[in-house]
T-cell receptor
Framework: NAGVTQTPKFQVLKTGQSMTLQCAQDMNHNSMYWYRQDPGMGLRLIYY???????DKGEVPNGYNVSRLNKREFSLRLESAAPSQTSVYFCASSGGTVMSTDTQYFGPGTRLTVL | AQRVTQPEKLLSVFKGAPVELKCNYSYSGSPELFWYVQYSRQRLQLLLR??SRESIKGFTADLNKGETSFHLKKPFAQEEDSAMYYC??????????FGQGTRLTINP
């Protein structure tokens, strides 16, 4: 099992460009998440999806959109990239039953630079 | 508001010395707390959770509700413990709130 995979690993964008970060998991998990990691800020939740067909905002959703394409895939889109979105983006998944204590499994991350 | 605070961004100790990474939280209900670790060039992964009351790689963490703390401790640090450590608090059904992280360096 590959676990959680993310593409691309690195990306450089110009301000105003758009792009989609892809995430897939092969663990049959219900819940998937997108985080951004910034120095001194820790990991902050952007969006999450508790189950296929549902998405909800996290702590820092502005400037992002998400799509839960199916149970395996959860994509993050930047419609008009800004330098403030320069960060490392992590996707994660968990078994996701309500009130469970399932572990979140993380992908390797995407390092995004917006010039 | 639910918050997790890790007051030390950087922590450096010598091999064989005790190590303690601090974590304080604010939460009105019954908290569920975790420690996640990210070793160099590896993925973020769960280290331990308070509900299991387990010791992983020699690390333990005790939930102190009176002090609202969940400090991570190890009596004798090893070089392979060098990593980024995140304390996390469960928020709602499945969300986690992470602290700012502490980068631990073990000096030989």
């Amino acid at each position: 099992n590959a676990g959680v995979t993310q593409t691309p690993k690195f990306q450089v964008l110009k301000t105003g460009q758009s792009m989609t970060l892809q995430c897939a998991q092969d663990m049959n998990h219900n819940s998937m998440y997108w985080y951004r990691q910034d120095p001194g800020m820790g990991l902050r939740l952007i969006y999450y999806s508790a189950s296929e067909g549902t998405t909800d905002k996290g702590e820092v959703p502005n400037g992002y959109n998400v799509s839960r394409l199916n149970k395996r895939e959860f994509s993050l889109r930047l419609e008009s990239a800004a330098p403030s979105q320069t960060s490392v983006y992590f996707c994660a998944s968990s078994g996701g039953t309500v009130m469970s204590t399932d572990t979140q499994y993380f992908g390797p991350g995407t390092r995004l630079t917006v010039l | 508001a639910q918050r997790v605070t890790q007051p030390e961004k950087l922590l450096s100790v010598f091999k064989g010395a005790p190590v303690e990474l601090k974590c304080n939280y604010s939460y009105s209900g019954s908290p569920e707390l975790f420690w996640y670790v990210q070793y160099s060039r590896q993925r973020l992964q769960l280290l331990l959770r308070h509900i299991s009351r387990e010791s992983i790689k020699g690390f333990t963490a005790d939930l102190n509700k009176g002090e609202t703390s969940f400090h991570l401790k190890k009596p004798f640090a090893q070089e392979e413990d060098s990593a980024m450590y995140y304390c996390a608090l469960r928020q709602g059904a499945q969300k986690l709130v992470f602290g700012q992280g502490t980068r631990l360096t073990i000096n030989p």
